[in-house]
């Protein structure tokens, strides 16, 4: 969590967080209000909202709560306008609103994977795009929620780690030149954390492996595997990957990428001394075996 010298840091500052109605948004709302900084907790649509109210009333702190649909330029060109006229300043953009989308090419729509690109990549470039000039004028931070699945490629998860796989693309093309003007980037790569990500993915293994086909069998693998990973027992909480965030944006020099958990270090590092990529589909194989 924060020490006392970030809190005076934070103090006055304006901090803009996406897909905060569950999950590490949630978490990262409530710590970032916690740390003394100025939250502007945003989600999709505010009938979602009472879980981050109840939150913020047991933590007994105040958000600004707002809609915003990342996936929509007029939402997000209004909600950034109404910040700076509310708060007159935005000091760091946290990237975070997501969604899971697990299926493999043959069996999935095209229209399924420009929707996870519009919702984990565009989502990004677009908000990204609308808040620096503002986080200029602050010499502010950009912190966006990444993913393992950002620099390991994993089965039946193909557009979800597409999408990743180009976050992070854009957000370390982007770091050397928006330093040049102030501005700070940092990617945060979670593992398996215990939240409703995959509950809202709508997920029905017994109606996906029936209509898998060939794929059942590795299909089937997957997911046994998969669920196991995602429960409580064995997953990060969203708190512990909120707690990463909030120490990315209180830093005073930020790392670039920053994985929440030593099982993320290692599963990461697998791929960036990976000069074949032999390692890693060796390793991706054994989920489908």
Same mark, same amino acid.
């Given at each position: 969590?924060?020490?006392?010298? @970030?809190?005076?840091?934070?103090?006055?500052?304006?901090?803009?967080?996406?897909?905060?109605?569950? *999950?590490?948004?949630?978490?990262?709302?409530?710590?970032?209000?916690?740390?003394?900084?100025?939250?502007?907790?945003?989600?999709? %649509?505010?009938?979602?909202?009472?879980?981050?109210?109840?939150?913020?009333?047991?933590?007994?702190?105040?958000?600004?709560?707002?809609?915003?649909?990342?996936?929509?330029?007029?939402?997000?060109?209004?909600?950034?306008?109404?910040?700076?006229?509310?708060? *007159?300043? &935005?000091?760091?953009?946290? !990237? !975070?609103?997501?969604?899971?989308?697990?299926? %493999?090419?043959?069996?999935?729509?095209?229209?399924?994977?420009?929707?996870?690109?519009?919702?984990?990549?565009?989502?990004?470039?677009?908000?990204? +795009?609308?808040? &620096?000039?503002?986080?200029?004028?602050?010499?502010?931070?950009? =912190?966006?929620?990444?993913?393992?699945?950002?620099?390991?490629?994993?089965?039946?998860?193909? #557009?979800?780690?597409?999408? +990743?796989?180009?976050?992070?693309?854009?957000?370390?093309?982007?770091?050397? =030149?928006?330093? %040049?003007? *102030?501005?700070?980037?940092?990617?945060?790569?979670?593992?398996?954390?215990?939240?409703?990500?995959? #509950? !809202?993915?709508? $997920?029905?293994?017994?109606?996906? $492996?029936?209509?898998?086909?060939?794929?059942?069998?590795?299909? @089937?693998?997957?997911?046994?595997?998969?669920?196991?990973?995602?429960?409580?027992?064995?997953?990060?909480?969203?708190?512990?990957?909120?707690? +990463?965030?909030?120490?990315? $944006?209180?830093?005073?020099?930020?790392?670039?990428?920053?994985?929440?958990?030593?099982?993320?270090?290692?599963?990461?590092?697998?791929? &960036?001394?990976? $000069?074949?990529?032999?390692? =890693?589909?060796?390793?991706?194989? %054994?989920? =489908? !075996?």
């Amino acid at each position: 969590m924060a020490n006392p010298s @970030s809190k005076s840091r934070a103090e006055g500052r304006t901090v803009l967080v996406t897909g905060t109605s569950s *999950g590490i948004g949630m978490m990262a709302a409530v710590a970032l209000a916690k740390a003394g900084w100025i939250t502007v907790a945003t989600m999709r %649509t505010l009938a979602r909202s009472s879980g981050l109210e109840d939150a913020a009333a047991v933590a007994g702190v105040s958000l600004d709560i707002r809609e915003l649909d990342v996936t929509d330029s007029v939402s997000i060109s209004t909600a950034v306008e109404e910040i700076i006229a509310s708060h *007159g300043r &935005l000091d760091a953009l946290v !990237n !975070n609103a997501g969604a899971a989308s697990v299926g %493999t090419i043959e069996q999935m729509d095209i229209e399924g994977y420009r929707a996870a690109m519009e919702v984990n990549y565009f989502g990004v470039v677009q908000l990204t +795009k609308a808040a &620096l000039p503002h986080l200029r004028e602050t010499r502010g931070r950009v =912190v966006t929620i990444s993913s393992v699945g950002g620099a390991i490629g994993q089965p039946f998860n193909e #557009a979800y780690c597409a999408a +990743k796989f180009a976050v992070e693309g854009f957000m370390e093309s982007l770091h050397p =030149v928006a330093k %040049t003007v *102030g501005v700070d980037i940092c990617i945060v790569e979670p593992g398996a954390v215990a939240s409703e990500f995959v #509950a !809202n993915a709508g $997920l029905d293994p017994e109606a996906m $492996l029936s209509a898998a086909g060939p794929y059942a069998p590795a299909l @089937s693998a997957y997911l046994d595997r998969t669920l196991k990973q995602f429960d409580p027992s064995s997953a990060q909480s969203p708190g512990e990957v909120a707690d +990463k965030l909030v120490e990315s $944006l209180e830093i005073t020099e930020p790392v670039f990428r920053v994985q929440t958990s030593a099982w993320a270090r290692d599963f990461v590092s697998t791929k &960036l001394v990976d $000069l074949d990529g032999s390692r =890693v589909t060796e390793l991706t194989a %054994t989920w =489908v !075996n």
